[in-house]
């Protein structure tokens, strides 16, 4: 959990003011999420790993082979087709892949105001949830400076209606948001996986 407290500690600023973190629990988020997952009950446990019906070792080794291909990606440079395809990569798994399977449902039955309820709350609601929609839905596109995306949302996506909403996603949004996503989800997972 180490690596993982170290990566989301650069945005301890962030997780204090956006997700409601102390600067200490920001410090180590991850491990913090991880010992909220490792204290549950045995139900809610088993409630987060039937949240889908993709086996959660399946999930893991979907994270593990997407650090994979961020490794690789990175490695090579001005490449117009790595970066694009980077892009949608990162975003499918973060906002997609783990969501339902993750995020909601420790929201839902990890410890009220705990580490772990708090990060996946976040992840689930508000601007990260309609990035989500709109990503999800193909509603979005590279900004005309190619530093974030545009994105578009019905207003009440929920009930489907209302006015479509343009909003941005700068660069930074999104390496927050992912950094969140992987920790939380790694650390969700490290725990039940046993």
């Known amino acids: 959990m180490q690596h993982l407290d170290r990566q989301l500690a650069m945005f301890r600023t962030r997780l204090c003011n956006e997700v409601g973190l102390t600067s200490e629990e920001a410090g180590k988020a991850a491990t913090h999420v991880a010992a909220d997952i490792r204290f549950l009950p045995p139900e809610a446990k088993a409630e987060i790993k039937a949240a889908s019906p993709v086996p959660l070792s399946a999930r893991f080794e979907g994270l593990v082979a997407f650090q994979s291909w961020s ?11 790595i970066t ?20 909601e449902v420790v929201a ?3 410890s009220v105001g705990s580490v772990a309820a708090r990060c996946s709350d976040y992840l689930s609601r508000g601007a990260v949830r309609d990035f989500r929609n709109a990503f999800s839905h193909v509603n979005w596109r590279y900004n005309t400076s190619f530093t974030g995306l545009e994105c578009w949302v019905l207003e009440d996506a929920r009930n489907r209606s209302g006015p479509i909403m343009r909003f941005e996603v700068s660069q930074a949004d999104m390496n927050f948001w992912q950094a969140l996503s992987r920790g939380v989800a790694y650390a969700t997972y490290e725990q039940l996986r046993g």
């Open 108 to 110: 839902k039955r990890a």
């Open 71 to 81: 490794g690789f990606a990175t490695s090579i440079k001005n490449n117009t087709a």
């Open 84 to 103: 694009r395809a980077s892009v949608v990569v990162q975003n499918y798994i973060c906002f997609v892949y783990i969501k339902d399977a993750c995020f």
